[in-house]
């Protein structure tokens, strides 16, 4: 296959030292579809920014992130920062899904992800700006993963910077998956439903005693393809703390996500603790993006769950793909 035109800083040169002892690594990739990429289901392109040695923490993420479109299509960008060991590949390489990315490259860890969709012609832009209360243990590569599904050439943008430092051990801070996919106005497969009076969720479990931190990452929702919806439309992005254990009226398979849509607000049981809430509106064939960093301070047992939970309110019906990248940062033992 045939490379788009691609850039990308990964040479040397491309990390700083800041005044406090932290460091900085410029993140900047940038790609073009090709009109035959852009004939495909889907593409991931991978660039690779290498760290000094040592044992490092990520501590922050600064810049924009961006997906321009040429014509009016549905278009979706997931922009992934990701850790791995070893040396760094050689960047530029395009995959068609993440099995044979993964194939070739099985030290990937992704660490956080950002959801770009519109379903119009012109750029959709995501400002990220946040600083951890505390590290995430990376490894000797950075990698930005550029991932598009959709109808068009678009180009896909990171111009991000990430801070870092160098500890003597590494941190056990982590970051758990909170974030899921939701589809309302056409039956696509599990997790999609034609009746906009249902909802999703994204079940986690705690695995140890410790103290949530933070939310972060970011929101996309958008008209998809299917008839928008005519008027306003808002989709509900809830996480609630239920003590004990996850409820069992809520059907889950083995990742945690409800397959089919139900009215599952009604089995959130009393004793939940919502942590968190962002409600994106938007009119009609309108995208909605927001960047999402939330310090927050939970002390959490062991056997406690996560429960996101997706909704659309959309009186005049109409068709909405939404998706959250929001993860919760947890430290274990505080």
């Known amino acids: 296959m045939a490379l788009a035109a691609l850039t990308s800083a990964c040479a040397g040169g491309n990390g700083t030292t800041t005044p406090n002892g932290t460091n900085t690594l410029n993140l900047s990739a940038s790609v073009t579809l090709n009109a035959q990429q852009a004939t495909q289901p889907e593409q ?44 760094c590949p050689q960047s530029g390489g395009v995959y068609p899904n993440y099995t044979a990315l993964y194939d070739t490259l099985p030290n990937i860890q992704p660490v956080q992800g950002f959801i ?49 430092s160098t500890v003597s051990s590494p941190s056990t ?35 140890q005693t410790g103290t949530i931190l933070a939310f972060v990452g970011d929101i996309s929702d958008s008209p998809f393809g299917v008839p928008a919806p005519p008027g306003p439309w808002q989709v509900v992005n809830n996480i609630y703390l239920v003590p004990g254990g996850c409820p069992s009226a809520i059907p889950v398979d083995s990742s945690g996500r409800t397959d089919s849509g139900g009215h599952y607000a009604a089995d959130i049981p009393p004793t939940a603790q919502l942590l968190f809430s962002a409600p994106i509106s938007g009119v009609g064939q309108m995208a909605a993006t927001q960047a999402v960093y939330q310090r927050v301070n939970f002390p959490v047992q062991a ?32």
């Open 303 to 334: 056997g406690d769950c996560l429960v996101t939970l997706f909704g659309l309110n959309a009186p005049n019906g109409g068709g909405i793909d939404a998706e959250t990248q929001v993860q919760t940062l947890f430290q274990p033992g505080v």
């Open 116 to 164: 770009l969709k519109d379903p119009n012609q012109g750029s959709t832009n995501l400002t990220v700006n946040f600083q951890l209360p505390v590290g995430l243990p990376v490894s000797s590569c950075m990698v930005v993963l550029l991932d598009w599904e959709g109808g068009a050439p678009v180009t896909m943008t990171s111009a991000l910077t990430m801070q870092y």
């Open 173 to 207: 801070a982590e970051l758990l998956a909170t974030g899921q996919e939701s589809v309302w106005g056409a039956n696509v497969g599990a997790g999609s439903t034609t009746n906009d009076s249902l909802q999703f969720v994204q079940e986690n479990i705690i695995p």
């Open 44 to 87: 991931i392109f991978v660039y690779a920014f290498p760290l000094p040695a040592g044992q490092q923490s990520l501590l922050g993420l600064k810049g924009t992130l961006s997906m321009s479109s040429p014509t009016a299509a549905f278009n979706e960008a997931l922009i992934t920062v990701a850790t791995m060991s070893g040396a």
